[in-house]
């Protein structure tokens, strides 16, 4: 089945501990983005890679990483998580862009 | 900076009825729109896209248009059914850059 696959789906943590959220797509997918979710701010772009080695900024980069070593894969890394980074994440693919975007279930993070 | 509205910010409405939900957006110069579904505590599924050089696109109930010049976009959903209560967001891919703007969405609830 083709989907998008994140991990974990929920996860509490406390300010400054180091996570990882996972984001693998099956499909071959050539771009690959994260988004964060909040109330009123709607679904804001974080990080979005265009291939492998290729990333670049969204809308909100701050405090977050990622890393494109192999296609099918995507991380978003916390380096030192705030509370200000408590949100639902969403990591999406499509073939290329301006074609059809898939997403994950989402990661409900809070910062504690 | 692009910007995407989306009217109402909900709806209930019973079932059978044909409905529109609007989504317009401030900068003309956009490569597709796409219209999506989300359940709650699901992640986001494409339901139709809009390259920026069509008009319309039609998927079984849904019937997406699009009008460039106005930047505008409305989503018709016929004769309504319990099963399409969701949250509809429509979003809007950028000439300018690789990222997806969102609108807030319209929670659509449909009674039975």
């Known amino acids: 089945e083709a989907q998008v696959t994140q991990n974990p789906r929920y996860l509490i943590t406390v300010t400054g501990k180091k996570l990882t959220v996972t984001c693998s797509q099956n499909m071959n997918h050539e771009y690959m983005s994260w988004y964060r979710q909040d109330p009123g701010l709607g679904l804001r772009q974080i990080y979005y890679?265009?291939?492998?080695?290729?990333?670049d900024k969204g809308d909100v980069p701050e405090g977050y990483k990622v890393s494109r070593k192999e296609k099918r894969n995507f991380p978003l890394i916390l380096e030192s998580p705030s509370p200000n980074q408590t949100s639902l994440y969403f990591c999406a693919s499509s073939i290329d862009r301006g074609l059809e975007a898939f997403f994950g279930q989402g990661t409900r993070l809070t910062v504690v | 900076k692009q910007e995407v509205t989306q009217i109402p910010a909900a709806l209930s409405v019973p079932e059978g009825e044909n409905l529109v939900l609007n989504c317009s957006f401030t900068d003309s110069a956009i490569y597709n729109l796409q219209w999506f579904r989300q359940d709650p505590g699901k992640g986001l599924t494409s339901l139709l896209l809009?390259?920026?050089?069509?008009r319309e696109q039609t998927s079984g109930r849904l019937n997406a248009s699009l009008d460039k010049s106005s930047g505008r976009s409305t989503l018709y959903i016929a004769a309504s059914q319990p099963g399409d209560s969701a949250t509809y967001l429509c979003a809007v891919e950028e000439t300018s850059g690789s990222r997806l703007t969102f609108g807030e969405g319209t929670q659509l609830t449909v009674n039975p």
């Open positions: 890679s265009m291939n492998v080695e290729v990333t």
């Open positions: 809009i390259q920026s050089s069509q």
